[in-house]
């Protein structure tokens, strides 16, 4: 059974901390995602990475930061938190060689930015 | 780049009445269009997806109906239980694209007993 876990589900942090978040799974997914899920907007995607060592920017790239040292875990990190980013924010996976592109999702962490 | 637009943001129906959510994409090189159900706390999880060689594809109560032409596809939903109620995203993708997806806003689908 696919799994993906984030290190926290409710974190509050206050402005100009910084913030890391970890997403880890166990299924030697190759290609990893955060995204911050705000009421109305969907699901947005900040960053991906489909390699150790690789990212690309998603759509809202500004004020994050990623890491992937090793395959099974990619961290968003907020270098200086701000109130703007308080949100609900989840990492997904994609197992190698699916047909599909079927994302795994973990719990979420809902993150508040005092 | 992409941009996926979701209709309606909430939608109510008396349990047993069908549901229908609608999305439009722009890239017409996207081919694979899937839906995620979020129950209340949970994590998305994919219900149902089709990709652009298939007009429709069903799956017991849900169904996807997809108009390469007009870059519109919607989700079908029959006999609505209450158990249905959740966050319900729609999302696009290109073959070449590391399996990134663009999602929809979302639509809250409430149904009442």
Known sequence: DVKVTQSSRYLVKRTGEKVFLECVQDMDHENMFWYRQDPGLGLRLIYFSYDVKMKEKGD????????????????LILESASTNQTSMYLC??????????????????RLTVL | GENV??????????????????????????NYFPWYKQELGKRPQLIIDIRS?????????????????????????????????????????????????????????????
């Open chain 1, 60 to 75: 809202i790239p500004e004020g994050y930061s990623v890491s992937r040292e090793k395959k099974e875990r990619f961290s």
């Open chain 1, 92 to 109: 997904a996976s994609i197992p190698p060689r699916r047909y599909n592109n079927e994302q795994f999702f973990g719990p979420g962490t």
């Open chain 2, 5 to 30: 637009e979701q209709h309606p943001s909430t939608l109510s129906v008396q349990e047993g009445d069908s549901a229908v959510i609608k999305c439009t994409y722009s890239d017409s090189a996207s």
């Open chain 2, 53 to 113: 060689n298939v007009g429709e594809k069903k799956d017991q109560r849900i169904a996807v109906t997809l108009n390469k032409t007009a870059k519109h596809f919607s989700l079908h939903i029959t006999e609505t239980q209450p158990e249905d109620s959740a966050v319900y995203f729609c999302a696009a993708a290109k073959g070449t694209s590391y399996g990134k997806l663009t999602f929809g806003q979302g639509t809250i689908l409430t149904v009442h007993p």
